[in-house]
């Protein structure tokens, strides 16, 4: 059909450029992610934040973390679920992401000047050597298959360019502002849609 021949084009056109909403594989920064300590051993910093997890034989929620101890020639890096009465600052609130048999965590030295977002991380061991400026990748994975994914690099006993992230649930986020190209698009279809009314009337 003549008028159909109009059309298709732009709807070809705004589904090439109309906004991708983020898929169910997507990771979302947990909230109030920060770099505190443990009640028991001041010394040593940890990453967390309000993820959690139970370990399906409780419904306890453990906080996932990593764990620096203070550099040193023996200092270790290690992948570790508290409760929040065991860090400082408490975490105020929990964000269950679902239950982590602890058999499903592992921690990887992915070297220095990595750039990635842990999400190639499969060591399954727990604790490593600390190496300054080496980046450190935890994971927890679900039994539902979601993930935490810890990073975080310690450059001369601070913690830096550090971030927890989660897929188990969506987090919102605000939506993108049309674009110039998305006006051209709906400028097109609204002549297109001219053109089909006056062929409809001839």
């Known amino acids: 059909m003549k008028v159909a021949s109009y059309l298709l084009p732009a709807f070809a056109i705004l589904t090439l450029v109309a906004p991708s909403s983020a898929g169910a594989a997507a990771y979302f920064d947990c909230p109030n992610t920060q770099v505190g300590s443990l009640v ?31 550099p040193g020639s023996s200092a270790h890096v290690q992948i570790q679920a508290w409760l929040p009465a065991e860090l400082v600052p408490n975490p105020a609130a929990q964000t269950s992401v679902g239950t982590v ?5 592992g921690l990887e030295n992915m070297g220095a000047g990595y750039v990635g977002d842990c999400k190639e991380a499969v060591a399954t061991t727990t604790t490593l050597g600390l190496v300054d400026g080496d980046y450190y990748c935890g994971w927890a994975l679900t039994t539902s298959g979601a993930k935490i994914l810890l990073k975080a690099v310690n450059n001369k006993g601070t913690i830096n360019d550090f971030s927890i992230k989660q897929n188990a649930f969506s987090v919102s986020v605000p939506v993108p502002a049309w674009r110039t190209t998305h006006l051209a698009v709906l400028m097109l279809l609204f002549a297109l849609l001219g053109v089909f009314f006056r062929v409809l009337k001839n």
Not at 44 to 66: I, R, V
Not at 101 to 105: D, K, Y
């Open 101 to 105: 048999p602890l058999s499903n965590i």
């Open 40 to 70: 028991g051993d001041p010394k040593t910093q940890a990453l967390f934040s309000e993820c959690t997890s139970n370990n399906g034989f409780s419904a306890t929620e453990f906080h996932w973390s990593l764990q620096f101890e203070d």
